[in-house]
C-alpha cells in the first residue's frame, strides 16, 4: 500500500480543506495511525498558523504538534530559491515529512493554497515535492462559475501538466460544479494511473454554506465589536457591498444576504438596513460592518435596543472603507473544527458524491515506485545514517575528501579514518575552517598496525614470492593501507579515487578482499538520477567484455544492489534487437545470458534481449514487446560490453542533464568504492554513503 497521499488543488477557492477533511475520515476508517503535512504554509512568517492545519489536527485529534505538520512558509520557500538554496529546502521538506512518517503509518499531504501571485511557481514546488514525495496525486480543480466546456479545458490542462511532470495522478476531484449534469464533464477527462488503469474521477457540487462565509467568520477576520445581533452571527454573507452613495441610490444595489460596508457616521444608510427587514420588495441584507472606529449616534443606538424584529448583525471595526473592503476579497468560508454543521455538511458532501470504498482500494493497492534524485540522494544519507559505519579515506592530501568529511562528521552520518599525516591534515582543516576532530587521522608507516599489516599481505601473497621489503612498500601505499584495514575489520569500508586512480583503489580489493563466496567477478553500476526517476546502468566501469556467465551474473548482481538502495529491480537485458527480430553473435551472448539469470534467479523480473527504448519507453514497449512485465518499465539496464555501457551512461548524463552517481562496486566480500578523479564533494559524499549501507549488508 501507499504510504502517503498528496492532495493538489489546481487554482484558488477550490474547496480543498474539505476535500481533505473527507480523505482524512475516508483515511482514519481504515487505518490506525495517520498524519498530516502540509510542506509550504500560506501563513505569514511571524504567525506561522494555517487554519486546515488546525482543522484536521483538532478535528481528528491527530498525535502531532502543529510545528511537526508543515516544513516552510510560502515566502520562506520562495527567499531559499532566491538565494540558490533550492536543494536546502527540497532536503529540510524531506526531513520533516520523515520524521512525521516514522510515527505514523500513514501521512496524507496537502499543497500550497495557490493563493499568491505566482501559479507557475505553486504548480512547479507541489508538482516537484509531491515526486520526492513519491506520493500519488489527488487534484482538486475549481468549478464554481464555469460551463462543463471550460471544467473540461482548464482540469484536462492541469492533469496533463502534472503528468508531463512525472506524477501518478490517483484522482481528479471537480469541486463546487455549478452544473446540472455531471457525467459530461467526467466523461470528457483523460488520465491514466501509472499507465494501468484510468484515473478515478468525482464531481462534488457547489455547496454554498461551505463556500462562503458567515458573519462570525467576517468577526474572526476583522476583530471589531459587535454592537448587535451577535446571537445571530451564524448568517452567510453572499455578496459584499460598498454603501457610499445616497441612500436612495444605495438601496437600488442591495441583494439577498449582501454584507454592507460603510462609515460608522453613516446613519441614513443604517437605516436603510433596518427598512430592508420590514420591506416585502427589497431583500434583507446579512449584516454591516462599519468602519473607521465609529459608533453610530446615541439615537442610533436607542433604535436598535429598542428594535423588535430579527437583530441584525453589526460589527465597528478600524480602519478606512478602502482597506476594509480590501480585506473582506481575501475572505472565503472557512471550515472550523468545531463548527459542527459545516463539518458534517463537508463531510456529508464528499462521501455522496466520492465512492471513498474505490478510492481507497485503488490507494491499497498500489505503492509509488519512482524514487527522484533528490529523494534518493536523502535516502542515502538517512540509510547510512541509521546504523552508522566506519569508512577509511586514504586521500587525506585532497581538499574535496577534506571537506566531504567535515559534512559527513558533522551529520553523524559516518565514523571516519583519513590517512595521511595528521598535523598537516589538521593544518589544512584549520585553514579551510572545516571539523575533523571526530576523525581518526592515521599515518600508515607510523601505524601500530603497520608491522601486522605488512606481514599479512606477505602471507596472503606468499604464492606471489613477495618478499618483506617489497610488502612493507606496498603497504606504505595508502589505499593499500587502507584496504588492509578493511580486510582486518579496522573499517568497514574505503573510498578513494579522488587524486589516485581507478587502478590503484581497485587493485588492492581484487588481491586480497575478493569476492563473495559464489560471485566469480568484481562489477559496477551507476545509479542515474533523472528528473523522475533513477535508474541502474551496469557495468559501465570494469568488465571490457563479459562472456554470457559473467552477464548473467552481473545482472543478479546489479538488481540486489538496486534492492539495496530502495530501487525495485526490473532487469532489463540490452543489446541492439528486441526479443526474436534479430540473430548475430553479440544478441545471441544477450539471449543466452537471460536464460542463464532465470535459471539463477527465477523469481527477478528479467528481459533479454531488449533494445533501450523498448526497456525505458512504454509506447515504444507496447509495439514491440506488449506482454512483458519489464519493457518499458525496466529499472535495471544491463549493458552487452564496457564499452557500450561507459558511452551509454554518458551520453544519457550530459543529453538527460542526470546525476551519475558510481560507479558503486558489487561481488566483494567488503565495501570498496572508487570516485572519479573530478568528483565533486557532493559525489563524495554520496559514494561514502552508498559503501557505508553496502557495509550494513555485508
Given at each position: 500500500?501507499?504510504?502517503?497521499l498528496?492532495v493538489?488543488?489546481?487554482?484558488p477557492?477550490?474547496?480543498?480543506?474539505?476535500?481533505?477533511?473527507?480523505?482524512?475520515?475516508?483515511?482514519k476508517?481504515?487505518?490506525?495511525?495517520?498524519?498530516?503535512?502540509?510542506p509550504?504554509i500560506?501563513a505569514r512568517v511571524?504567525?506561522?498558523i494555517?487554519?486546515?492545519?488546525?482543522?484536521?489536527?483538532?478535528?481528528f485529534?491527530?498525535?502531532?504538534?502543529?510545528?511537526?505538520a508543515?516544513?516552510?512558509?510560502l515566502?520562506?520557500?520562495?527567499?531559499l530559491?532566491?538565494?540558490?538554496?533550492?536543494y536546502?529546502?527540497?532536503?529540510?521538506?524531506?526531513?520533516?515529512?520523515?520524521a512525521?512518517?516514522?510515527?505514523?503509518?500513514?501521512?496524507?499531504?496537502?499543497?500550497?493554497?495557490?493563493?499568491?501571485?505566482?501559479?507557475?511557481?505553486?504548480?512547479?514546488?507541489?508538482a516537484?515535492i509531491?515526486?520526492?514525495?513519491?506520493?500519488?496525486?489527488?487534484?482538486?480543480?475549481?468549478?464554481?462559475?464555469?460551463?462543463p466546456?471550460?471544467?473540461?479545458?482548464?482540469?484536462?490542462?492541469?492533469?496533463?501538466?502534472?503528468?508531463?511532470?512525472?506524477?501518478?495522478?490517483?484522482?481528479?476531484?471537480?469541486?463546487?460544479a455549478?452544473?446540472?449534469?455531471g457525467?459530461?464533464?467526467?466523461?470528457?477527462?483523460?488520465?491514466?494511473?501509472?499507465?494501468?488503469?484510468?484515473?478515478l474521477?468525482?464531481?462534488?457540487?457547489?455547496?454554498?454554506?461551505?463556500?462562503?462565509?458567515?458573519?462570525?467568520?467576517?468577526?474572526k477576520?476583522?476583530?471589531?465589536?459587535?454592537i448587535?445581533?451577535?446571537?445571530?452571527?451564524?448568517?452567510?454573507?453572499?455578496?459584499?457591498?460598498?454603501?457610499?452613495?445616497?441612500?436612495?441610490?444605495?438601496?437600488?444595489?442591495?441583494?439577498?444576504?449582501?454584507?454592507?460596508?460603510?462609515?460608522?457616521?453613516?446613519?441614513?444608510?443604517?437605516?436603510?438596513?433596518?427598512?430592508?427587514?420590514?420591506?416585502?420588495t427589497?431583500p434583507?441584507?446579512?449584516?454591516?460592518?462599519?468602519?473607521?472606529?465609529?459608533?453610530?449616534?446615541?439615537?442610533?443606538?436607542?433604535?436598535?435596543?429598542?428594535w423588535?424584529?430579527?437583530?441584525?448583525?453589526?460589527?465597528v471595526?478600524?480602519?478606512?472603507?478602502?482597506?476594509?473592503?480590501?480585506?473582506?476579497?481575501?475572505?472565503?468560508?472557512?471550515?472550523?473544527?468545531?463548527?459542527?454543521?459545516?463539518?458534517?455538511?463537508?463531510?456529508?458532501?464528499?462521501?455522496?458524491?466520492?465512492?471513498?470504498?474505490?478510492?481507497?482500494?485503488?490507494l491499497?493497492?498500489?505503492?509509488s515506485?519512482?524514487?527522484?534524485?533528490?529523494?534518493?540522494?536523502?535516502?542515502?544519507?538517512?540509510?547510512a545514517?541509521?546504523?552508522?559505519?566506519?569508512?577509511?579515506?586514504?586521500?587525506?592530501?585532497?581538499?574535496?575528501?577534506?571537506?566531504?568529511?567535515?559534512?559527513?562528521?558533522?551529520r553523524?552520518?559516518?565514523?571516519?579514518?583519513?590517512?595521511?599525516?595528521?598535523?598537516?591534515?589538521?593544518?589544512?582543516?584549520?585553514?579551510?575552517?572545516l571539523?575533523?576532530?571526530?576523525?581518526?587521522?592515521?599515518?600508515?608507516?607510523?601505524?601500530?598496525?603497520?608491522?601486522?599489516?605488512?606481514d599479512?599481505?606477505?602471507?596472503?601473497?606468499?604464492?606471489?614470492?613477495?618478499?618483506?621489503?617489497?610488502?612493507?612498500?606496498?603497504?606504505?601505499?595508502?589505499?593499500f593501507?587502507?584496504?588492509?584495514?578493511?580486510?582486518k575489520?579496522?573499517?568497514?569500508?574505503?573510498?578513494a579515487?579522488?587524486?589516485?586512480?581507478?587502478?590503484?583503489?581497485?587493485?588492492?580489493?581484487?588481491?586480497?578482499?575478493?569476492?563473495?563466496?559464489?560471485?566469480?567477478?568484481?562489477?559496477?553500476?551507476?545509479?542515474?538520477?533523472?528528473?523522475?526517476?533513477?535508474?541502474?546502468?551496469?557495468?559501465?566501469?570494469?568488465?571490457?567484455n563479459?562472456?554470457?556467465?559473467?552477464?548473467a551474473?552481473?545482472?543478479?548482481?546489479?538488481?540486489e544492489?538496486?534492492?539495496?538502495?530502495?530501487?525495485?529491480?526490473?532487469?532489463?537485458?540490452?543489446?541492439?534487437?528486441?526479443?526474436?527480430?534479430?540473430?548475430?553473435?553479440?544478441?545471441?551472448?544477450?539471449?543466452?545470458?537471460?536464460?542463464?539469470?532465470?535459471?539463477?534467479?527465477?523469481?527477478?523480473?528479467?528481459?533479454?534481449?531488449?533494445?533501450?527504448?523498448?526497456?525505458?519507453?512504454?509506447?515504444?514497449?507496447?509495439?514491440?514487446?506488449?506482454?512483458?512485465?519489464?519493457?518499458g518499465?525496466a529499472?535495471?539496464?544491463?549493458?552487452?560490453?564496457l564499452?557500450?555501457?561507459n558511452?551509454?551512461?554518458?551520453?544519457?548524463?550530459?543529453?538527460?542533464?542526470?546525476?551519475?552517481?558510481?560507479?558503486?562496486?558489487?561481488?566483494?566480500?567488503?565495501?570498496?568504492?572508487?570516485?572519479?578523479?573530478?568528483?565533486?564533494?557532493?559525489?563524495?559524499l554520496?559514494?561514502?554513503?552508498?559503501?557505508?549501507?553496502?557495509?550494513q549488508?555485508?
Amino acid at each position: 500500500m501507499a504510504r502517503n497521499l498528496y492532495v493538489i488543488n489546481t487554482e484558488p477557492r477550490s474547496g480543498k480543506s474539505a476535500v481533505c477533511l473527507g480523505l482524512m475520515q475516508m483515511l482514519k476508517r481504515n487505518i490506525r495511525n495517520v498524519g498530516f503535512f502540509r510542506p509550504i504554509i500560506n501563513a505569514r512568517v511571524e504567525v506561522k498558523i494555517d487554519h486546515d492545519i488546525h482543522l484536521i489536527l483538532t478535528r481528528f485529534q491527530l498525535p502531532q504538534t502543529p510545528e511537526e505538520a508543515f516544513a516552510y512558509t510560502l515566502e520562506e520557500s520562495r527567499d531559499l530559491i532566491n538565494q540558490g538554496k533550492h536543494y536546502l529546502l527540497m532536503e529540510q521538506i524531506l526531513s520533516r515529512y520523515k520524521a512525521l512518517e516514522k510515527k505514523v503509518d500513514f501521512v496524507l499531504c496537502e499543497g500550497t493554497d495557490f493563493m499568491g501571485t505566482d501559479s507557475a511557481f505553486e504548480y512547479d514546488i507541489n508538482a516537484e515535492i509531491a515526486a520526492n514525495l513519491g506520493s500519488p496525486v489527488i487534484l482538486v480543480a475549481n468549478g464554481q462559475k464555469k460551463t462543463p466546456k471550460q471544467i473540461i479545458a482548464q482540469t484536462q490542462l492541469s492533469i496533463d501538466t502534472f503528468t508531463e511532470k512525472g506524477l501518478d495522478i490517483l484522482a481528479t476531484i471537480i469541486n463546487r460544479a455549478e452544473v446540472e449534469d455531471g457525467e459530461e464533464i467526467l466523461a470528457g477527462l483523460r488520465c491514466t494511473f501509472r499507465e494501468e488503469a484510468a484515473c478515478l474521477s468525482y464531481l462534488i457540487p457547489e455547496v454554498a454554506s461551505l463556500g462562503k462565509p458567515t458573519m462570525k467568520d467576517v468577526h474572526k477576520w476583522l476583530g471589531g465589536e459587535i454592537i448587535s445581533g451577535e446571537e445571530f452571527m451564524e448568517v452567510q454573507v453572499d455578496d459584499y457591498l460598498v454603501a457610499a452613495m445616497q441612500v436612495n441610490n444605495f438601496l437600488e444595489y442591495v441583494t439577498r444576504n449582501c454584507l454592507v460596508v460603510t462609515p460608522g457616521d453613516r446613519s441614513d444608510i443604517l437605516l436603510g438596513c433596518f427598512a430592508t427587514r420590514h420591506s416585502y420588495t427589497y431583500p434583507e441584507v446579512a449584516g454591516i460592518v462599519l468602519t473607521g472606529g465609529m459608533h453610530p449616534p446615541e439615537s442610533m443606538l436607542k433604535m436598535m435596543r429598542g428594535w423588535s424584529g430579527v437583530p441584525m448583525p453589526i460589527l465597528v471595526v478600524d480602519g478606512h472603507t478602502y482597506r476594509v473592503t480590501r480585506i473582506l476579497t481575501e475572505l472565503y468560508g472557512r471550515i472550523d473544527p468545531e463548527d459542527e454543521k459545516k463539518v458534517a455538511t463537508a463531510l456529508g458532501s464528499f462521501e455522496k458524491h466520492v465512492d471513498t470504498d474505490a478510492l481507497f482500494a485503488r490507494l491499497e493497492a498500489k505503492k509509488s515506485v519512482r524514487i527522484t534524485p533528490i529523494m534518493f540522494e536523502f535516502s542515502l544519507l538517512e540509510k547510512a545514517k541509521a546504523d552508522r559505519k566506519h569508512i577509511v579515506l586514504p586521500e587525506g592530501d585532497s581538499d574535496r575528501i577534506l571537506q566531504a568529511a567535515d559534512i559527513l562528521l558533522r551529520r553523524d552520518i559516518v565514523d571516519l579514518t583519513i590517512l595521511g599525516e595528521p598535523e598537516k591534515i589538521r593544518n589544512r582543516a584549520t585553514q579551510m575552517g572545516l571539523y575533523l576532530d571526530k576523525a581518526s587521522l592515521i599515518d600508515p608507516l607510523s601505524s601500530e598496525y603497520f608491522d601486522d599489516y605488512a606481514d599479512t599481505y606477505r602471507e596472503l601473497r606468499r604464492s606471489k614470492g613477495i618478499t618483506p621489503e617489497a610488502s612493507r612498500d606496498t603497504m606504505s601505499e595508502p589505499t593499500f593501507f587502507g584496504t588492509m584495514m578493511v580486510y582486518k575489520d579496522h573499517a568497514q569500508g574505503m573510498v578513494a579515487g579522488s587524486i589516485t586512480t581507478t587502478q590503484q583503489t581497485i587493485r588492492p580489493s581484487l588481491q586480497f578482499i575478493r569476492t563473495r563466496p559464489g560471485i566469480s567477478l568484481v562489477s559496477s553500476v551507476f545509479f542515474m538520477c533523472l528528473p523522475d526517476r533513477v535508474l541502474v546502468f551496469g557495468d559501465c566501469a570494469v568488465n571490457p567484455n563479459p562472456s554470457a556467465e559473467q552477464l548473467a551474473e552481473i545482472a543478479i548482481s546489479s538488481a540486489e544492489t538496486a534492492v539495496q538502495f530502495g530501487v525495485e529491480p526490473k532487469v532489463a537485458m540490452l543489446s541492439y534487437s528486441t526479443g526474436d527480430s534479430g540473430t548475430g553473435v553479440d544478441v545471441d551472448k544477450v539471449r543466452r545470458a537471460t536464460e542463464i539469470a532465470r535459471n539463477k534467479a527465477p523469481d527477478l523480473l528479467l528481459e533479454g534481449p531488449l533494445q533501450y527504448d523498448a526497456a525505458y519507453d512504454p509506447e515504444v514497449a507496447r509495439t514491440k514487446m506488449p506482454d512483458s512485465r519489464v519493457a518499458g518499465r525496466a529499472t535495471v539496464f544491463i549493458f552487452p560490453d564496457l564499452n557500450t555501457g561507459n558511452n551509454t551512461y554518458k551520453a544519457v548524463q550530459r543529453a538527460a542533464n542526470a546525476v551519475a552517481i558510481g560507479p558503486v562496486l558489487q561481488g566483494l566480500n567488503k565495501p570498496v568504492n572508487d570516485l572519479s578523479r573530478g568528483c565533486t564533494v557532493s559525489d563524495i559524499l554520496n559514494t561514502v554513503a552508498i559503501t557505508a549501507i553496502q557495509a550494513q549488508h555485508a
